[in-house]
């Protein structure tokens, strides 16, 4: 065979994906997550358990109302938000435990991911999380790019909704070929309290962004559990030495754009590819 390349695809053959964070769990959330909705937009919520109806946080119950039956993911973002760094391992590793146990009753399923407490971490704190199996966490550095995550455990967002780039980010990620090889991942993270007008008062900027980038058939929305997920059956898959078959062992059809043309890996079979 000639050349050999392989890209992943989104669903449905997109080359394009959208995923946001937003931290602490508190009422701005709500009308957020309305905004979103409107726009088909999908959103990780990483939430502190053990903070729950304290303060300015929401409560257990209004997480299991407005939270769990939405469109959107809840991940781990410490039991009591506490400086990751700055915690003897087993103390870290209890914050991330108790935030996931207490997360997981409410959700019924696993939860595996996180984003980072003050986007607090190093190495020691990134090999206790994968040993308590947080699979995939957000830290707090704008990268600009559209690239998938190398590391998800230190998985870098590509800006915070208060970046001054963020429209023109959004429009050369919208306006540019979908043709590309490389698929491109947006990812947007934030607090929706910074909206609020005790803070900036600057609702526009993500109504801005959410009519702009929503809604539209070229990009596929997802959480970050869902990207992890697909880029992960992606990772998975096992093709023959001279490519002309591809096993996909995971549950999950993948899309591939594969020596000019597009295949799909079907969930749990082998595809020919020749
Ligand atoms: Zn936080």
Redesign the pocket.
Same mark, same amino acid.
């Given at each position: 065979m000639g050349h050999q390349y392989l890209y992943l695809r989104f669903p449905g053959f997109l080359s394009k994906a959208l995923t946001l964070s937003y @931290? @602490?769990g508190v009422p701005a959330d709500l009308p957020l997550m309305e905004i979103l909705d409107g726009a088909g937009i999908r959103c990780t919520f !990483?939430l !502190?358990s053990g903070l729950f109806g304290i303060g300015s946080r929401l409560s257990a119950e209004v997480i299991a109302q407005k939270y769990v039956p939405s469109a959107h993911e809840i991940a781990v +973002?410490?039991y009591k +938000?506490l400086a990751p760094t700055g915690l003897q391992t087993p103390a870290w590793m209890m914050e991330i435990l108790e935030d996931r146990k207490n997360l997981e009753a409410l959700v019924g399923a696993p939860v595996t991911g996180m %984003?980072y %407490?003050?986007g607090d971490y190093d190495a020691r704190v990134v090999d206790a999380l994968r040993d308590c199996g947080i699979t995939y966490a957000r830290t707090v550095h704008s990268t600009h790019s559209f690239a998938l995550p190398e590391k998800p455990l230190e998985w870098d967002p590509t800006c915070h909704h208060n970046d001054k780039e963020l429209m023109a980010l959004a429009k050369r990620f919208v306006e540019e070929s979908s043709y590309r090889d490389e698929p491109w991942l947006f990812y947007l993270w934030g +607090?929706s309290y910074e909206f609020d007008e005790r803070h900036n008062d600057n609702w526009e900027v993500i109504r801005a962004f959410a009519a702009y980038i929503g809604k539209r058939e070229e990009i596929f929305y997802a959480t970050n559990g869902e990207i992890m997920e697909y880029i992960s059956a992606f990772h998975a898959l096992v093709f023959d030495v001279e490519n002309r078959s591809v096993h996909n062992p995971t549950a999950t059809d993948v899309y591939l754009h594969m020596n000019g043309k597009d295949v799909i890996a079907r969930a749990g079979a082998v595809t020919a590819l020749v």
């Amino acid at each position: 065979m000639g050349h050999q390349y392989l890209y992943l695809r989104f669903p449905g053959f997109l080359s394009k994906a959208l995923t946001l964070s937003y @931290d @602490d769990g508190v009422p701005a959330d709500l009308p957020l997550m309305e905004i979103l909705d409107g726009a088909g937009i999908r959103c990780t919520f !990483n939430l !502190n358990s053990g903070l729950f109806g304290i303060g300015s946080r929401l409560s257990a119950e209004v997480i299991a109302q407005k939270y769990v039956p939405s469109a959107h993911e809840i991940a781990v +973002h410490g039991y009591k +938000h506490l400086a990751p760094t700055g915690l003897q391992t087993p103390a870290w590793m209890m914050e991330i435990l108790e935030d996931r146990k207490n997360l997981e009753a409410l959700v019924g399923a696993p939860v595996t991911g996180m %984003a980072y %407490a003050y986007g607090d971490y190093d190495a020691r704190v990134v090999d206790a999380l994968r040993d308590c199996g947080i699979t995939y966490a957000r830290t707090v550095h704008s990268t600009h790019s559209f690239a998938l995550p190398e590391k998800p455990l230190e998985w870098d967002p590509t800006c915070h909704h208060n970046d001054k780039e963020l429209m023109a980010l959004a429009k050369r990620f919208v306006e540019e070929s979908s043709y590309r090889d490389e698929p491109w991942l947006f990812y947007l993270w934030g +607090h929706s309290y910074e909206f609020d007008e005790r803070h900036n008062d600057n609702w526009e900027v993500i109504r801005a962004f959410a009519a702009y980038i929503g809604k539209r058939e070229e990009i596929f929305y997802a959480t970050n559990g869902e990207i992890m997920e697909y880029i992960s059956a992606f990772h998975a898959l096992v093709f023959d030495v001279e490519n002309r078959s591809v096993h996909n062992p995971t549950a999950t059809d993948v899309y591939l754009h594969m020596n000019g043309k597009d295949v799909i890996a079907r969930a749990g079979a082998v595809t020919a590819l020749v």
